[in-house]
Nanobody
């Protein structure tokens, strides 16, 4: 069993920054690839960023590359998402997810555990 809890969401103006955190418990955190997804009202959940078991490899969606940075601290069982230069189109509920399989890292169905999400709202 793995539980994921996101935090750090909020309201920010266009161009601002936020740092999201996801705390994991109840499982072997080091053996899971971790990712962030987001879902806006009326739209499907979309991939944002992922990080490998050791943190040595990262993947970003093209829409956030250069603005967002994903990181993990296995000693603290946390994964973070630093979001810079936020834009209104980044507004969504952000979810962290854990996967025991490295295949299909951008596909939501490949993830075994999900957090409840944290709201990020960017005003124009």
């Amino acid at each position: 069993q793995v539980q994921l809890v996101e935090s750090g969401g909020g309201l920010v103006q266009d161009g601002g920054s936020l740092r999201l955190s996801c705390a994991a418990s109840g499982g072997s955190f080091n053996n899971y690839a971790m990712a962030w997804f987001r879902q806006a009202p009326g739209k499907e959940r979309e991939f944002v960023a992922a990080i490998s078991w050791t943190g040595g490899a990262t993947t970003y969606d093209g829409s956030v590359k250069g603005r967002f940075i994903i990181s993990r601290d296995n000693a603290k069982n946390t994964v973070n998402l630093q979001m810079n230069n936020l834009k209104p189109e980044d507004t969504a509920i952000y979810y962290c997810a854990a996967s025991a399989s490295g295949a299909g890292v951008r596909t939501p169905s490949r993830y075994d555990y999900w957090g409840q999400g944290t709201q990020v709202t960017v005003s124009s």
